[in-house]
């Protein structure tokens, strides 16, 4: 599948569409809080339930999900999203990342009290706040998080002033 230019609501649409369980974590909920950046992919932490995970494998399907950088075009399975660990897929929509833990091992449940409801064209989805992003990207100290760290904390001081 060659490079396609990123539509993350279609993605994000079919995973509410389909009731699956999930937490936006990365760039994609900083900038639908306000941050001015941009990102190259969509990373969800998802609920690891059997059931949450044969929703999330439907919607997978849908987008046509493989392996991203894998020639085989592998598609992910029941095995690996029950487990821990990043899944990195390249879809019809875009690059999507299910992953079963961040920030040294925080589950679904785990990062839900530091996730806010967000309404985006009639769905509401859960998305990590932005102060814990912020934290997650200073912990993280990779230089692609550091460089997003003026900007995150920038755009709340601005929301702090308006409210």
Known sequence: M??????????LFRLADAGVDFIGVGMVSAILQGVPLTTMDLDIVHS??????????????????????DPRRLRPNENHLLGPGHILLRTR??????LG????????????????????EGRTFQFLHLREILAIK??????KDLAAIPYIESTIDEIERKT
Not at 48 to 69: F, G, M
Not at 93 to 98: A, E, L, M
Not at 101 to 109: K, L, W
Request: charged share 30%; with cysteine; hydrophobic share 40%.
């Open 2 to 11: 060659d490079y396609v230019e990123p539509q993350y609501h279609q993605i």
């Open 101 to 120: 833990t961040i920030d040294a091992g925080r589950s679904y449940v785990d990062l839900l009290p530091a996730s806010i409801p967000l309404e985006f």
């Open 48 to 69: 690891r339930t059997p059931e949450n995970v044969a929703r999330l494998l439907r919607v997978l399907t849908d987008l046509d999900a493989v392996a991203r950088n």
């Open 138 to 143: 200073k912990r993280a100290g990779r230089p």
């Open 93 to 98: 929509f875009g690059d999507f990342d299910c």
